[in-house]
Every structure is written in C-alpha cells, then in structure tokens.
C-alpha cells in the first residue's frame, strides 16, 4: 500500500521461539537514508496509533521502519503465555536479523513502553545500530508487573493466571516473573555506547516520569531528554505522535550518514539524468538541475507505483508544451483565454483502424488521442486558431519529425 511519499508492506519473519511473527515495513518512496526498528508497549501491537504514525511520520522523512508484533501478539503465531521479557529481546534480535538479510541492519532502535526496556536490553545484540530512543520507557523489566500486581499471588501459588490488561484477557506464567525480576538494564543502559535519547511525559499515569530519570542517568554521553509535556502514554493524540516523529528524525539525522547523493550519476546542465534507486523493481529518480520526480511502472506489471510510467512522462512533456505553447500565443494576441487543460492517452493500434491517421496497412503504429480544453470569453475563431496553434507545439513537431535516438555506452 502507498500512501503519500510512504509505501507499506506486511512482512513476516521467524521470532525468537520459532513462529512466524507478522511485520509491517514503512518505507519512503524513494531513496532510503537508513532502517529503523520499532518495538510497541507491553500486550500491544505493530498496529496501535502511536507505533503506525511514528513509523508512517520517519518514512516520510527518508528512514524506512519495520514493526512487528511480539510473539503471540497481534498477527504474529505463538502463544503469548510462553513469552517473557528476555523472549521480546530475543524476538527484537531476530527483527534486526531480519532487516540485515534482507535490506540493511537497523541503524536506530525505538521503543514504547515496556518495548523501549527491549531496545536498551538487545542494543548490544545490534552492533550497526548507532542510535536509541525510548519513549515512555520503565527503567526495569519489573515495572511491568505492576499492571497485574493484584493477580501476583495467584501467579506464583499456582504459577499462572488469566490477568486483563487494557480491557483483554491474558494468561501470565510464574516464569514470566521470575524473568522480569532477574533482569536488570542499568548495565546495559551503561554500556550502550549509541546515541540515546529519552522521551517521556511528566504526567504520564503508567510509567512515571522517574523512570525516566533512572534511565537518562545510567547512561553516558551523547543522551538527551524530550518532555511530552501532557501527552498520554500511549500517544493517542496525533500531534503528540508526530512530534515524537519530527524530533526523533531531526536528532537521528545527526548520526546517520549523509544521502547518498554522492552515488548519484553527475548532472550536466541541460540533460535530464535517469537511473535506478533501489527501491522496488523498476522505481527511477528522474533529475534535471534543482528538479526531481520519480518513475516507476504500475502494479499490473510487477511495479510498486510509486511515479509515472515511461509514456505517462512522454504524455506529460506533450500535454505540459501544447498547453504552455497555447498560454504564450494567447498572451502575445490579448486573447481573454482563462485556463487551458490537456488531456492525452497512448495506445497501439492497426494503421488501418485509425480513420484519421495517414498510415495504412495492417502493422501497428502509436496513436496519441489529445483533447484540448479552453476556457474564457473567446470566438469560435480565436478557439479555433489555438488549436491550430497547439500542434505547433516543439514536442508535437518533435513526435511527428523523423528521430533518431543516438545511444552510446558511458565510460
């Protein structure tokens, strides 16, 4: 799906305990700075408001970043009963394995929530990473066990229990809590050496603002602190979710390397420069001087869509100089023409089908159907006389002289 500047696209992998664990990857259309992973809060999904803006929101500023639901979570296959915090890890560990087969090793790691406690605990599992950010994070594991704290002793007598988290039932296992209360992160959050910074509203009703402080503490330059002044945890408000978005990309740019611009063939003034970005099968950035768009075939033949195919551009260059090529002569006589508008398409047709070409025979020639629009307080004459004009227009003569395409290959 494109939406925008941003394609998604479900994905799947293997988690942690061997289930097929279900993704999304949000990616801008065109070239990609960098990849991010995004781990959501305890017993939430890929899904969930705050993860799918913040996701949508990098993408559009150039870093592709994969979701993915928890096992037993969501999409994913498993049994959440079986899970544990140092499973989540793991499941992240393998996100990142995930990424690195098949596009490029994360370079930022983001968490919400319990899932920010993930990212600090698998960030040494991910040595390209150079960057991580938290976002509502508790400084321990354990902090978890205080949204079930009333069904504890029911879990360790009989060593499990059906709790309700955010109005769901869940079953927890006395080895869930014998995991959370085993792990400890200041160690970790200690010996990070990535960039850190550390999102977190002062009112939060969850997780409270200390935690924060224990976080930002244990851990050595360069860290940062964001207040999200009255967001809630979840960042259910769209401006709070976006702001996270917008500071995290502007504070991850400073460590993640340029665009590479430098790999991109060298403009020569006056030529329009073509080539493949990578991304998607057939997807091409278009450039001439400060200009550029990008093509790309439709879904019906293996593209992603994301441009205008090649003769969609060829219309263009016709539509945009026959309308332009109009303006010009309408301005130079004073005609009272107030807006022109061209519609153009391509198909391949018998010469004998076509009544008004001057080909004949059985072979097949291109045929260009364009209908002029013109509004204004014009005579029949003037009309009449800018359709004239709009067959002299450069392209039009272009298409209907004898060309020659010459190709040599590039040192």
């Known amino acids: 799906m494109a939406t925008g500047s941003v394609q998604s696209e479900k994905v799947t992998f293997t988690g942690s305990l061997g289930d097929t664990l279900a993704a999304r990857l949000d990616r801008p259309i065109g070239p990609i700075r960098a990849y991010a992973l995004f781990a959501h809060c305890f017993t939430c999904s890929k899904d969930i408001f705050a993860a799918s803006r913040i996701a ?155 935690n924060a402080a224990d976080i930002f503490m244990a851990a050595k330059h360069p860290k940062s602190f964001v207040s999200l002044d009255d967001a809630d945890h979840l ?55 400060d200009h550029e768009l990008f093509a790309d075939e439709p879904k019906k033949v293996g593209g992603d869509d994301t441009g205008l195919a090649p003769y969609d551009l060829l219309l263009a260059g016709l539509g945009a100089c026959t309308s332009m090529t109009m303006r010009l002569y309408a301005a130079r006589k004073g005609l009272k023409a107030t807006k022109f508008g061209v519609t153009l398409s391509h198909n391949k047709v018998h010469a004998d089908d076509c009544e008004e070409c001057a080909a004949e025979g059985s072979q097949k020639i291109d045929v260009i159907s364009r209908e002029i629009s013109i509004e204004g307080d014009l005579t029949d004459a003037e009309r009449a006389k800018l359709m004239e004009i709009a067959n002299k227009c450069p392209v039009h003569r272009t298409l209907e002289s004898d060309i020659e395409v010459l190709t040599r290959l590039k040192a």
């Open 56 to 210: 949508g929101a990098m993408a559009e500023r150039g870093i592709a970043v994969l979701r993915f639901d928890f096992t037993g979570l969501g999409m994913s296959e498993g049994d959440f009963a079986n899970t544990n915090f140092s499973s989540n890890v793991a499941d992240l560990v393998a996100a990142a394995n995930y990424l690195r087969d098949e596009h490029e090793a994360p370079r930022i790691l983001v968490g919400h929530s319990l899932g920010g406690a993930a990212v600090l605990a698998a960030a040494s599992d991910v040595p390209e990473a150079v960057a991580v950010a938290t976002i509502g994070a508790p400084s321990t594991a354990h902090h978890v066990s205080d949204s079930f704290a009333s069904d504890i002793a029911t879990i360790e007598s009989e060593g499990e229990a059906e709790v309700v988290l955010a109005g769901r039932p869940f079953k927890i296992k006395k080895q869930f809590l014998e995991d959370i209360a085993e792990t400890t992160l200041n160690g970790k959050i200690a010996s990070l050496k990535k960039a850190l910074i550390v999102f977190h509203a002062p009112r939060d009703q969850q997780v409270s603002v200390d």
């Open 235 to 289: 960042l259910t408000r769209k401006q709070d979710a976006i702001y996270v978005a917008d500071v995290l990309s502007a504070w991850a740019s400073r460590y993640l390397p340029e665009r590479a611009h430098a790999n991109l063939l060298p403009l020569e003034e006056g030529k329009v420069t073509v080539e493949e970005t990578g991304a998607g099968k057939f997807q091409h950035l278009v450039r001439i001087g």
